[in-house]
């Protein structure tokens, strides 16, 4: 089974703070994916890769960079949190191109 | 940009019933897929379809793809609770980057 972890279930973080959002996957897929998930909105994609080092803009980067030093491992950084921010995070991956993602638990954050 | 459109948002139906949920998505793409999320959970994997016609059916839940109308479809068959929860669709753009649907928060009543 493909398994995909995240860092934290939930996760409470000040105004301003630098926080980090950790994604593993222990089944080798080339592809990983954040998004943040909003009531009424569905899931938003924020940042992806396909490869180590490699990372390409999804559709609401502002605020957010990320970071892919091993394949396994895909990490949101938010570099100044707001209040805006607050959502539920989800992270994907995926073995390419006509392959469903696979979805690890989600970090639900709270920016005070 | 691409658009994808959900409805219903909300549907409550009683045990029993049929009913089916749609999703529209404004651009070209032969590639969509239909997940379930419960709430607090993450979402699954429930279908994908790859290509004009492709119909997949799992217990109640059957899904099909329009490729022309830009249309896809989840046929709910004879609804039982257990079916209650969230359900995505989400069409591929392009290198594996997926557009969802706001979602249908299905409820099942007894």
């Known amino acids: 089974d493909v398994k995909v972890t995240q860092s934290s279930r939930y996760l409470v973080k000040r105004t301003g703070e630098k926080v980090f959002l950790e994604c593993v996957q222990d089944?080798?897929?080339?592809?990983m994916f954040w998004y943040r998930q909003d009531p009424g909105l569905g899931l938003r994609l924020i940042y992806f890769?396909?490869?180590?080092?490699?990372?390409e803009k999804g559709d609401i980067p502002e605020g957010y960079s990320v970071s892919r030093e091993k394949k396994e491992r895909f990490s949101l950084i938010l570099e100044s949190a707001s209040t805006n921010q607050t959502s539920m995070y989800l992270c994907?991956?995926?073995?390419?191109?006509?392959?469903?993602?696979?979805f690890g638990p989600g970090t639900r954050l709270t920016v005070l | 940009e691409l658009k994808v459109e959900q409805n219903p948002l909300f549907l409550s139906m009683q045990e029993g019933k049929n009913y089916t949920i749609y999703c529209n998505y404004s651009?070209?793409?032969?590639?969509l897929y239909w997940y379930r999320q419960d709430p607090g959970k993450s979402l699954e994997s429930l279908f994908v379809?790859?290509?004009?016609?492709a119909v997949k059916q799992e217990g109640r839940l059957m899904a099909s793809l329009d490729t022309k109308a830009r249309l896809s479809t989840l046929h709910i068959t004879a609804a039982v609770h257990d079916l209650s929860a969230t359900y995505f669709c989400?069409?591929?753009?392009?290198?594996?980057?997926?557009?969802f649907g706001t979602g249908t928060s299905l409820t099942v009543i007894p």
């Open positions: 089944m080798d897929h080339e592809n």
């Open positions: 989400a069409v591929d753009k392009g290198g594996n980057q997926f557009y």
């Open positions: 651009t070209t793409s032969d590639r």
């Open positions: 994907a991956n995926g073995p390419g191109p006509i392959n469903e993602q696979f």
């Open positions: 890769s396909y490869d180590v080092k490699m990372k």
């Open positions: 379809l790859l290509s004009n016609g």
